[in-house]
């Protein structure tokens, strides 16, 4: 896709000056072929993750790509760089567990200096105590820790690691933090923790914290993925608001959740239903992987190596036409309820959630 640049001319006055400037800009922002603009990106620091969650990644430890596939730090700089000159200002930081990558904070922090407006981080909470204060000086806004059961044993299921009391430390360390807002990220999965639904809601209540409900996807690495195993949004609000009355709150159009508060109480639920209720249409996300790969959608049947470019001596100016074509080509919606639907040949652990 050719990338036009408007230069302001000499004898332009002040106004037409910013009006140029501001076209110019326009012409550089990422956009797909719907017109959707493009403003979120997550980035997958690392494969590598110290949980083993049963609907996520298999049980081998030695399963993540060898050191010299990920991209370097410095490559992630570049890339990010180039990126929000593009128009993304709001980042996700993921993996893989994105704390057991180190110099992950001082990777935040330079995002930060790039001027990132709205900066978080995913993560199993296993590290997150002993590394809370260095996420917070480095400049991240806003934390997303992910907890699939409130009962430790089933928790030590889920994970296949026995985390519980360091996760829930690393939720009270989150909530003692300046990070706002603590969101508590649950995938429930039918026949394992469905039944959990109300004690999670309790728990957003009791803690004040944003409690989402993230429906299982297609995603898993050993492919045990059917859709009887999903438990939707609808069954969710409709069990919660059984026991307490649930108040819409506004949401932007590109949100993942549909946001509720407890009428009269604190706490907050967030139901995220791509397989139920896809939310493609405004959909404003890109994602980079560990290795240097640019994706679309989680579902998107290919990637987009960016490393030939990265280790081939291309310009910054290459690699940003380069990105907004591929971006330009971003999918219309997923197609999990398609009848055609084949899951992509990436897991989430090696796409980044
Ligand atoms: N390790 C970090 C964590 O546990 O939050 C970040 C990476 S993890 C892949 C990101 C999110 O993806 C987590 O909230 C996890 O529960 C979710 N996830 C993983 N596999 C999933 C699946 N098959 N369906 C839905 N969500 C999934």
Redo the contacts with the bound molecule.
Sequence with gaps: MAVTHAQPKGCATENESKALATSSKTDMMLRDQFGRPITDLRISVTDR?N?R?V??RSADPENHMAERQLLRWEEFDRLARILVDLGIHKIRV?????LVREGVEDFIARLRALGVKDLSI???GHLLADRCDRLVAAGLNRI?I?LDSLDRSRFEQITRTKSFDRVMAGIDAAQASPLRPVKV?A?LVRGLNDDEVEAFAEFARERALIMRF?E??P??ADRHWTRDLVVTAAEIHRRISARWELVPVPHERSETARKYRFAGGRGEIGLIAPVSQPFCGFCSRIRLTADGKLRTCLFSKEDHDLKPLLRGGATDKEIAEEIQAIVHEKEKGHRINEPDFVPPSRT??FI??
């Design positions: 993750c949980f969650c609907y996520c993921t993996g893989g567990e994105p995913t993560t199993n997303n992910s990220n995938v993230i299982f996807m995603l898993d989430m652990v980044g959630g």
